[in-house]
């Protein structure tokens, strides 16, 4: 793990993380909500060959969300009638006129998706959204936080986190080293160097935020269990603002967000 952090790159806004890319399996389905001027709830799901989409969350037939139906190869198929729409939205087959090409009209509205570095991402306006951020880390857990965005920064910038399950200093102050409107880096310093630490935050209302958490990659199994405790620790610590926590690990105190 290097100490030098001029390689990663943050880039521009608007593309907003949905997952983490290994939550998101072949042929997996699943919801993303988004708050916003234009909140948006959607399906995201990965084909049998491993391309990401994402629509909004309603079949153009009846209504039924999309994100209760499932992947057939390189379709979607919803669960309520079983209309299967292709990558990018457009109605394939329709199970009750099996000879019947579906008509154009008949689509589901498409977002552009990416799985980049480990994480999925949409844009509602791909062409104006800039390049992705590169990190090369890898994915360590999702979280809902019921708190808003700006507490988890405010946050983030004053924490520690664990950097070593072997040295007599097991967690150290972590720094931003970067950010933008959907990431930020922290750093920390290591036995072995600089870990990492990258959060996406994806707002799903005013008062409820999900992380999507990756580390510097390589790291010992036991450090990454370590960091999914940190992490466990820092979402009960933002909704319970001001409180105590009871230690429920014998290292909680000291590896206290």
């Known amino acids: 793990m290097s100490a030098d952090h001029s390689e990663i790159?943050?880039?521009p806004g608007g593309w907003i993380?949905?997952?983490?890319?290994?939550?998101?399996?072949?042929?997996?389905?699943m919801r993303a909500v988004i708050d916003g001027t234009q909140p948006l709830d959607l399906v995201v799901w990965r084909s049998r060959s491993g391309q990401v989409s994402a629509f909004d969350n309603r079949c153009p037939h009846r209504g039924m969300r999309l994100s209760f139906?499932?992947?057939?190869?390189?379709?979607?198929?919803?669960?309520?009638h079983g209309w299967q729409y292709g990558e990018d939205g457009a109605c394939r087959h329709v199970p009750a006129?099996?000879?019947?090409?579906?008509?154009?009209?008949?689509?589901?509205?498409?977002?552009a998706c990416r799985d980049h570095d480990g994480v999925v991402w949409i844009s509602q306006d791909a062409e104006n959204s800039g390049e992705l951020p590169d990190?090369?880390?890898?994915?360590?857990?999702?979280?809902?936080?019921?708190?808003?965005?700006?507490?988890?920064?405010?946050?983030?910038?004053?924490?520690?986190?664990?950097?070593?399950?072997?040295?007599?200093?097991?967690?150290?102050?972590?720094?931003?080293?970067?950010?933008?409107?959907?990431?930020?880096?922290l750093e920390a310093?290591?036995?072995?160097?600089?870990?990492?630490?990258?959060?996406?935050?994806?707002?799903?209302?005013?008062?409820?935020?999900?992380?999507?958490?990756q580390t510097s990659p390589e790291l010992?199994?036991?450090l990454?269990?370590?960091?999914?405790?940190?992490?466990?620790?820092f979402r009960w610590s933002a909704e319970n603002l001001g409180t105590m926590m009871n230690s429920w690990d014998a290292t909680a105190q000291e590896t206290h967000p």
């Open 9 to 11: 790159a943050v880039g």
């Open 17 to 29: 993380p949905v997952a983490l890319s290994a939550d998101l399996p072949e042929t997996g389905v």
């Open 69 to 80: 139906g499932f992947v057939r190869g390189e379709r979607l198929s919803c669960i309520y």
């Open 97 to 111: 006129h099996p000879d019947m090409t579906p008509p154009t009209s008949i689509c589901a509205n498409a977002y």
């Open 135 to 185: 990190f090369g880390g890898q994915g360590l857990r999702s979280l809902s936080v019921e708190t808003g965005e700006a507490v988890l920064r405010k946050m983030l910038a004053d924490t520690h986190l664990p950097v070593s399950v072997v040295s007599d200093i097991p967690t150290a102050e972590a720094t931003i080293v970067t950010q933008n409107q959907t990431s930020l880096v």
């Open 189 to 213: 310093g290591s036995d072995a160097g600089n870990l990492r630490l990258m959060v996406h935050f994806q707002k799903i209302t005013r008062d409820r935020t999900m992380l999507h958490v």
């Open 220 to 222: 010992p199994a036991a």
């Open 224 to 233: 990454r269990i370590s960091l999914s405790r940190w992490a466990e620790r």
